[in-house]
């Protein structure tokens, strides 16, 4: 463990430092940030637990709309501009970019959050970190390159690069530590499969994935694990929240680092906290990073509320089987819930290139198909396991090797036909 005082911690002792810390927050916070002196009125620190979680939700919306009031930054910003030095945004996939900024400590807090993620894989100054991402205006892994460097680690940067380039400059400097999404992986993975290359040569013991989930599906991490030789871990964050989970020796999902962080899980209909042991949507309250706050945050993530106990021997909150999926990803066919997680977790247990989910309309009832890259074999096999598996029928079609995207940074495998007339067909851009 990197703090073991704190990781391990009681829980009350636990909450008590997360309530001194959001009221140190609220304190910094409320005289400046008009986004929450507007948001929360005449909320004024110290705050019990029941005070805070009377307060309201903040939205990615509503951040969103604040800046596009408010240009360029919008009321968020605690602080005056100079203050800031560090720019990123999100992708803006579902509309209007989001700009984030970070203050020099803000920016010192991301790294400091990510040695909770080191350690836990067991990374250390000794390792050569290899980042196969492309180093652009989104966090990706940049916060995980600060937080190498802050560890004392050699830092390899991919970004540039093709996936041969990539595989031939982690083959000349044979890194021990691999960080890419997990459809990434798995792309090399596919890519030394074609050259007829060994991944296990190349030396990389950690793998450490994000952005998407994956690498908490059994079925993924095997597959990742079995053609590096590796071990593989999980990591959950984000650009408006910061870097707060992370997997242990368990891996069997994430915990939340409740030293930096509070969370809780909440009925994405009725707003209503859950029950351990019951899905729900995650909400974050960043302690570390008051130039640019997020209180009670909707990540629009599908989790697990686990409890405090783990095999490790860590007390902070688990997250098991890590991000579920996300809340509008939510696919109902005929009255059965499915999240595209639960269908790559089948998927991948069979030898399976790359494939996506085509969402449709027949007759008002959703349907969904699953296009795989496969022999028509495992297309046979796959649609029967995912009836068994998942209760309901599923159709799987074949479609040529090479033919579906490939994905660098989060993987766009959900293709919503429903408005388009079931005959037409419809591009997909990478």
């Known amino acids: 463990m990197y703090r073991p005082d704190l990781e391990a911690g009681t829980v009350d002792a636990i909450r008590d430092r997360q309530l001194t810390r959001l009221n140190a927050l609220l304190r910094e916070v409320l005289p400046a940030n008009r986004f929450y002196q507007a948001k929360l009125g005449d909320c004024l620190a110290p705050l019990s637990w029941e005070e805070f979680r009377r307060l309201p939700f903040t939205t990615k919306q509503e951040l969103v709309a604040d800046q596009a009031m408010h240009p360029p930054l919008g009321n968020i910003a605690t602080y005056e501009p100079k203050r800031y030095k560090t720019y990123h945004q999100t992708s803006g996939t579902t509309g209007r970019p989001l700009i984030v900024l970070d203050t020099r400590e803000s920016w010192d807090w991301w790294s400091e959050c990510w040695n909770y993620v080191y350690h836990a894989a067991g ?43 990539r595989l031939e400059l982690m083959r000349r400097n044979r890194p021990t530590v691999l960080l890419s999404t997990p459809t990434y992986a798995i792309r090399l993975v596919e890519i030394a499969e074609e050259q007829g290359q060994s991944l296990q040569e190349l030396g990389v013991r950690v793998t450490i994935h994000a952005g998407e989930p994956g690498a908490s599906i059994p079925a993924v991490r095997s597959r990742v694990e079995h053609a590096f030789g590796s071990l593989s871990f999980d990591h959950a964050g984000g650009t408006e929240v910061g870097a707060y989970g992370y997997s242990c020796e368990a891996r069997d999902g994430v915990h939340v680092n409740e030293e930096e962080f509070i969370a809780e899980v909440i009925d994405p209909l009725t707003g209503e906290q859950v029950i351990e042991g019951n899905l729900g949507e995650l909400l974050i309250t960043n302690l570390g990073r008051a130039g640019w706050p997020v209180i009670r945050y909707r990540t629009g993530d599908i989790v697990m509320f686990g409890g405090s106990g783990c095999a490790c021997g860590r007390t902070f909150l688990k997250l098991p089987g890590g991000l579920l999926g996300r809340v509008d990803d939510l696919m109902i066919v005929r009255g059965v819930n499915i ?37 028509q074999d495992v297309a046979h096999l796959l649609a029967d396991r995912l009836r068994q598996r998942l209760g309901v029928r599923i159709p799987t079609r074949v479609v040529s090797a090479g033919s579906l995207p490939r994905f660098e940074l989060k993987a766009k495998r959900v293709i919503d036909r429903r408005k388009q007339p079931a005959n037409v067909e419809v591009e997909t851009k990478v």
């Open 123 to 165: 990374v250390t100054p000794s390792d050569r970190i290899f980042f196969a991402f492309s180093f652009g205006p989104y966090i990706g892994f940049w916060s995980a390159f600060e937080g190498a460097r802050r560890l004392g680690a050699l830092t390899i940067p991919g970004g540039g690069l093709d996936s041969l380039s």
């Open 339 to 375: 999240y595209p997680s639960s269908v790559e977790a089948i998927v991948r247990t069979f030898k399976v290139g790359e494939f996506r989910l085509v969402r449709t309309l027949q007759l008002g009832m959703e349907e969904l198909t699953v296009e795989i890259e496969a022999h």
